[in-house]
């Protein structure tokens, strides 16, 4: 890591002088780190007391770290409450214990399922199919300090609630959590990237730092130990010690549950994780993972790794794919995707294969994120290929292999017609799902955009007009599973609006739907649901294959941090666009805020920007810091002639101007 990297950025170096401190090789600090959820420390205490019922004395004396509790009486509990989402092994110590006295420990992430009975849902097939119950420490029980078996580990929970089972009084201290997530971080604060603005609509003016800093927590909860997976078809209770996979860490789609490995969730993770720690270690071993488990017949790749092994999914396989693109774009390892290769052209050939005689895939492998139908010749799964097509000709162009890109750029073209021609639906001004029905689904249509399915901005703009039709206040309810507002889906939404520049209709979703997400008291206020119904209660339904009970649902999932990434790539406008960022775009997206920073990593060095719109608009200045030796293009937000450095530069007649690396300011107006 060259010794300037972060130093010379001119607004940390102005930190830096205020402050005395910065750390090499770590995002600048700054006051966005306020913001960061991440704990301090990876042994947790609780921040506050939640609930006391019985005959408890002294409860308080359990946020610190050495007063003493006493429980009288059987059920008397007490429920600790940690602040925001955590999770790992509990242990305490007894300081008094009669031979007949016992004790159990139940777990929740939303306070509304606080249960000394029970425990919130985590696992499929426990007898109780609602309620994990509750871990219940052997007896006698003795003097000195407890920790919870490493099976018994409860992977995200934020209240825990500690019961007396019998008459006997019992007395305790000392009650932490041993963080078990992203278990290579000795600071799980320490991140590479940043992001930082103000909103100036929103209740809450620091809901964009805090969203972008929650959506990265988030990920860093679904990254875990190899050995730390959910056990499935256990008969009661539940153990998180199954094997997710060939390397750990590894990246999984959530904390409490499912605790595994899901090719469709690291669609949005990935990127959350390039944006924030560059920590993609865990993505590129959840990505080996699936390829090592590649049908060597048909070469179709799973939909879930072990221990689910959940076989049988068209999209979730081209998930991997786009996820193989994603890992490759960000870390520009070529080592790995040359060894994945011959695989990842074989599941492209399999997606092929589906094409028949209509020039469109018939897709029969009907597994995805929970939305109904979707099979045949449907228009999300072409969309899919779609994009498949596209970035595996860009990997086949980087591996020297021109004839391979070639054919599957032809390809990708003839699809990208048929696309328009069977699935565009006009009198909607919107995709369908398939030729049949007047449905146009959440998921096709904000991918439509995003993969470059739409052939002029007039369409792109319909579409994300039409979009808005789906949405209440708590954020876009997907047509093609009623009911329910899904953030994964969200945020390929949140990224379309953005990305055909309606960037009004991208903030308001994100203010509605992660607003609702961030804030609401029946979820933990740090970490993202997994999803919710239409009038924000935690029954997350999926009619296809399972139903599931309210405390079954995640409260932090990979797969809603959509805009971590979003804030970085659009708002404060950096992106790669080749491989370690050779090549990058400055487009900052400036969404009725008046200025905003951040930056991020990559193995090339540190990407960071400074942008501000001043004189009512009319006025955009920024600072660009990237790695000198690459070169990028920057699009200025208003109009203008257009300076960097003090000197007067032209745009080329798509409105960019071209520029190699290095610190830079850029002015207009
Ligand atoms: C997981 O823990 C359970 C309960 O202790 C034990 O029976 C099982 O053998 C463990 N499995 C593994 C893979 O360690
Ligand atoms: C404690 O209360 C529970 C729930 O009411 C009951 O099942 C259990 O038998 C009681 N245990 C003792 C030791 O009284
Ligand atoms: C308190 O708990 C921590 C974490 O488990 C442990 O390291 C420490 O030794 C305990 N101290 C006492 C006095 O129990
Ligand atoms: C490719 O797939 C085969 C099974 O078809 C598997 O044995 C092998 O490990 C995979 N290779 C890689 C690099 O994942
Ligand atoms: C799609 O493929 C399946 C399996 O081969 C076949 O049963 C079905 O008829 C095909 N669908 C169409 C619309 O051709
Ligand atoms: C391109 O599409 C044609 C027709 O579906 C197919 O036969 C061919 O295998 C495809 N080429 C590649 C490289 O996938
Ligand atoms: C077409 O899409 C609709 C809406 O998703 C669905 O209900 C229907 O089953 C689909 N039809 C076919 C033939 O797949
Ligand atoms: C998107 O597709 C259009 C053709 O419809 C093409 O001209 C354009 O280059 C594509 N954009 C990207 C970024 O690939
Ligand atoms: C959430 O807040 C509302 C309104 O203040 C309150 O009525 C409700 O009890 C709270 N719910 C929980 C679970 O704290
Ligand atoms: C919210 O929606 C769920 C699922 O549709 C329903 O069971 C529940 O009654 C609704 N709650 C309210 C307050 O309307």
Redesign the pocket.
Known sequence: MPVDVKMGTFWSLSFALTLGTLVLGSAPKGPWDSFNYAPASRTVWAKSIKTVEGTVHNAHNLITKTGIATLSGNQSYITLDFGIEVGGLVSLRFNSVSPSSGLALSFTESPLFINPLASDDSTESSADRSLDGIETLDTPLSHGLWSQPSYRMRGGFRFLTIVSTSSAPVSISNVSCAISFSPHFDDLRDYKGYFYASDPVFHDKDFLTKIWYAGAYTVQTNVLPVDTGRQVNIPRGWANNATLGIAGPILVDGAKRDRNVWAGDMGVSGSTMFVSTNDLLPFKNALATMFSLQNPATGLLPMAGPPLSIVGSDTYHAWNLIGTYNYYLYSGDETWLRGVWTNYTKAVAYMESKV?STGLM?V?SLGDWGRLAGD??SAPGNVYLYRVLTTGAELATYLNEPDLANAWSTNATVLKAKINEVFWFPSAGMYRDNSTTELCPQDANAMAILFNVTTSEEQANSITKGLTKNWNELGAVAPELPDTIAPFVGSLELQAHFHSRNDDLAMDLLRREWGYMLYTNISVQSTLLEGYTSNGSLFFRADRGYHFDPTYTSHAHGWSTGPTSVLTFYVLGLTVTSPGGQTWTFDPHTSGLTSAEGGFETSLGWFGAKWTLSNGGKIFSATLDVPKGTTGQIRVPVEGAVSVGGRRVEKDASGFVRLSGGRQSIMVG
């Open positions: 028949d018939n029969t045949g010749y």
